[in-house]
Nanobody
């Protein structure tokens, strides 16, 4: 069984910063892509940022230049540094990992429970 646990969400004023963390644990053989999506009330879940195990990053257009994703492959962890936060960044942020479990030849996407980020004065 695999678990993804997010941390670091909270309330921050516009222009502030937050750092999210995601740790994957359990029976994991390898992780390909890890990253973050977000979902605001009444909206679809959108890409925030992802990073491959080789370090290639992909960002949603609305966060480019403000958010930075990083990974610690040895610790099966991913991080999202969020700067210059705006009220429209308010959402539940979900960690996701595309990974392979021992004995499987396929990658499967796993999701965390989400962490709330609220940007408000």
């Amino acid at each position: 069984q695999v678990h993804l646990v997010e941390s670091g969400g909270g309330l921050v004023q516009p222009g502030g910063s937050l750092r999210l963390s995601c740790a994957a644990s359990g029976r994991i053989a390898s992780i390909n892509t890890m990253g973050w999506y977000r979902q605001a009330p009444g909206k679809q879940r959108d890409l925030v940022a992802t990073m491959t195990s080789e370090g290639r990053a992909n960002y949603g257009d609305s966060v480019k230049g403000r958010f930075t994703i990083s990974r610690d492959n040895a610790e099966n962890s991913a991080f999202l540094q969020m700067n210059s936060l705006k009220p429209e960044d308010t959402a539940i942020y979900y960690c996701t990992a595309d990974l392979r479990t021992p004995g499987s030849i396929w990658n499967t996407a796993y999701w965390g429970q989400g962490t709330q980020v609220t940007v408000s004065s």
